[in-house]
């Protein structure tokens, strides 16, 4: 199956300067999201997830990749693809090792572990951010999530907006300190 990119999903919006009204507490808190796996941002919409989120990410000295999800993207392969373009970059041929065929057949656990593995071939710290993924329903996208933040590199770090509350478990990571939310 051949899954189509669109880029604009991954690019960081741009906003207007003009309406924004600082919010220093919340970017502290974004930062502070450096030291931990996964933070998370929930708020009903309008609340400014997406335009938080995205001046952080252009004032950040971290590299960023970007996920704007829809409901379209309530497939593995698809969910995943996009995941995968986000991080690709350093290393140039990141994601070639992670085989999405395997996602197809089910077997969702190869294909994570194998993606984990190409993740430690990163050697900056890097932000992904996943924007909007409230949008997502599925149990299996909502387990592989859970599963790669068990197992994230520590100099990778998961931001999630959502309109409600995150569909996976995360007591371990905050017993562990390694989450914000």
Known sequence: MITILHHTKLRIPQSSHRTLVPRPGLSAALDEGLSVKLTAMTAPAGYGKTTSLSEWARRSNIRVGWVSLDQHDNDMVRFWSYTIAAVRGEPPNFGEQAQL??????????????????????????????????????????????????????????????????????ARLQAKARCAL
Not at 127 to 140: E, G, K, N, S
Request: proline letters at 6%; hydrophobic letters at 40%.
């Open 101 to 170: 065929a395997s996602v197809e057949e089910g077997a969702y656990t190869t294909f994570l572990d194998s993606f984990l593995g190409e993740l430690q071939a990163v050697k900056e710290e890097m932000a992904l951010i996943y924007d909007d993924y409230h949008v997502i329903d599925r149990p299996d996208i909502h387990q592989s999530i859970a599963y790669v933040l068990e197992y994230l590199p520590s100099r990778i770090h998961l931001y999630i907006a959502s309109r409600t509350r995150l569909p996976f478990p995360t």
